[in-house]
């Protein structure tokens, strides 16, 4: 670790597509001008595992690249397990940012809550750490990540001026393509995973279900939401908490005490 | 399937210490009496696995039981893998309510975002369907549920009766052992998990990592929580949002549209 500095902003980076992603080079070409960058990612695809964590087997950790102000490491883990592995054993201090992505593939909406992508951003929060998880509308290994960069930069500026509140962290999604209209922060839309399981025989007869499916944005009509601000050609800011309590429903069985309560 | 009748209420069970665990059985004995069940639960522990879902290789469903309205299957997968195969594919009709648990130890506070079972629960209220997460405070596989189960049947008729709000679920929790004094119906606690990483050397000399820690409430002065409640021996009733907008961040951001946004 002699060669991260302790003058210049600490950058922590992650991702769920694998540490080969060309979203994740995107991420630390930003960044690499204006920091000391640290990049601990999986060594394979973990897309789709949320906020896993790996606690039935060991954690291997390798260093793929040690330069002037870039450590690369690869784990066979989740990206979740690679900012606690990143946070508690291989750095020397506290990242100033964790970046997660670019996530290829959208994230908006609940998606949010199957992506690896923002489990890494949503460790970073609970650390403490002002976090960002990044995501373009392309599924695609050979994505072009560049006309989302200006609006991840503008995004990232903000956030190193400003900072973050505690337990929070921002959920961005790009639209594919040209011609971005700008920013629009907004809030989660309500939506779903359509799903349909594919099913077939396997060489041996048994019968195996495989998960495809399409989202459904279940409010169209709402021009507020992530969904909205995509489809309409804007990058979507969603600020997300870590604390999911849902308030209003607390205050409402808080009220019924005599009936929901057992005191 | 032609042995769940249409005409009584149709409880789906999942949990993510997997399908011979102690916590399933008991919300199984627990439900029987009052409705068909279907079980659909992975078949090995998947705990720490959160709302992760398996897209990298195909599903198997295997039928364990089939009696007078008890189905039993069990998944190589996620508790969301299970609901979601259970609701697309398994089921005739969408079940009247999903319980996920009784988890084998604590999913309060952060953990919600770690947890598999709480990731069953949500995917429930993902397809709008009455959903709860059950945990236990004993990740013993030997624990315990006989304590905690009057307290998960009041739980379960206040929802049978009043139903939950679109989007919402509940992340109930029990202390171990004998008295426990009621419900408190609370917010979840800031806390965090503390990790630490055993590093050793595998027989073929390389450095490993494992996962393990603590939890640490940061704020234990609170009186409104669920470590609170626990800590004082009630059961936690945590109501959950799949919505995780942070809406006091959403109106500032909002608020300083010059600066942060490019349109």
């Known amino acids: 670790m002699t060669k991260i500095s302790n003058n210049r902003p600490l950058f922590l980076i992650t991702n769920d597509d694998g540490i080969k992603a060309g979203g994740i080079k995107a991420l630390v070409e930003m960044v690499r001008p204006i920091g000391d960058v640290v990049v601990v ?111 991840a930069r503008h995004v990232l500026s903000y956030v190193i001026k400003n900072g973050l509140p505690e337990g929070t962290f921002l959920n961005v999604n790009f639209p594919d393509g040209d011609s971005l209209k700008g920013i629009k922060v907004c809030r989660q839309a309500k939506g779903k995973w359509v799903e349909e399981f594919i099913e077939r025989k396997d060489p041996r007869q048994r019968r195996y279900f495989w998960l495809t499916g399409h989202f459904k944005n279940l409010e169209p009509q709402a021009t507020d939401t992530d969904e909205y601000a995509l489809e309409n050609r804007y990058v979507s800011v969603v600020p997300c908490s870590i604390d999911i309590t849902d308030n209003d429903l607390l205050v409402h069985l808080q009220k019924m005490k005599h009936e929901f309560q057992m005191q």
Do not use: W
């Open 41 to 151: 990612a999986p060594n394979q695809s973990y897309s789709g595992m949320s906020h896993a964590i790996t606690v039935s087997v060991p954690l291997y950790v390798k260093e793929v690249v040690n330069e002037d102000g870039l450590l690369v490491y690869k784990v066979n883990g989740t990206p979740a397990d690679c900012i606690k592995l990143a946070v508690r054993t291989l750095l020397d201090r506290k990242p100033d940012y964790i970046l997660s992505g670019i996530n290829h593939g959208s994230n908006s909406s609940a998606s949010v809550h199957y992506s690896g992508t923002l489990g890494g951003a949503r460790e970073g929060a609970l650390n403490g750490i002002p976090s960002i998880g990044f995501s373009l509308l392309n599924y695609s290994y050979e994505a072009d990540f560049s006309k989302a960069m200006p609006f």
